[in-house]
C-alpha cells in the first residue's frame, strides 16, 4: 500500500506544473486526499482537499484560485494542477490519505528564473 506521487520539476515564475498521486495496493475512490507542501525547516502545510468523489474540494489560501485539486477514481489518481507559479510556491509537495495515515514520497517543485 503506497502512494506514488509525479510530476515535479522546475518552472518560470507564472508557468504551470501538473502533480500525479497514484495510489498502489487500495482503492482510491473511498479515501478523502489531501496535498501538503513543505519548505525546509518549515512545517507541513494543507493545501489542497477533495471528497471521496471529488463533489467537494477546498484550498489554502496561499493557492485558491491558482492550484485545483482532482480526482481520476478509475485511474486510482488524484492530481494537482498548479498555475500562476510563483517563486514562493517552491517545496516538497506531498499527496496524504488521512484516514489512512499514508504518505506519499514526495516530489519537489521549483519555481525559479
Known amino acids: 500500500v503506497q502512494l506514488v506521487e509525479s510530476g515535479g520539476g522546475l518552472v518560470q515564475p507564472g508557468g504551470s506544473l501538473r502533480l500525479s498521486c497514484v495510489a498502489e495496493?487500495?482503492?482510491?475512490?473511498?479515501?478523502?486526499m489531501n496535498w501538503f507542501r513543505q519548505v525546509p525547516g518549515e512545517q507541513r502545510d494543507i493545501i489542497a482537499i477533495t471528497s471521496r468523489a471529488g463533489a467537494y474540494t477546498n484550498y489554502a489560501n496561499s493557492v485558491r484560485g491558482r492550484f485545483t485539486i482532482s480526482r481520476d477514481n478509475a485511474k486510482n489518481t488524484v492530481y494537482l494542477q498548479m498555475d500562476s507559479l510563483k517563486p514562493e510556491d517552491t517545496a516538497v509537495y506531498y499527496c496524504?490519505?488521512?484516514?489512512?495515515?499514508?504518505w506519499g514520497q514526495g516530489t519537489q517543485v521549483t519555481v525559479s528564473s
Open positions: 496524504y490519505a488521512p484516514s489512512l495515515n499514508l
Open positions: 495496493g487500495f482503492t482510491l475512490s473511498t479515501y478523502d
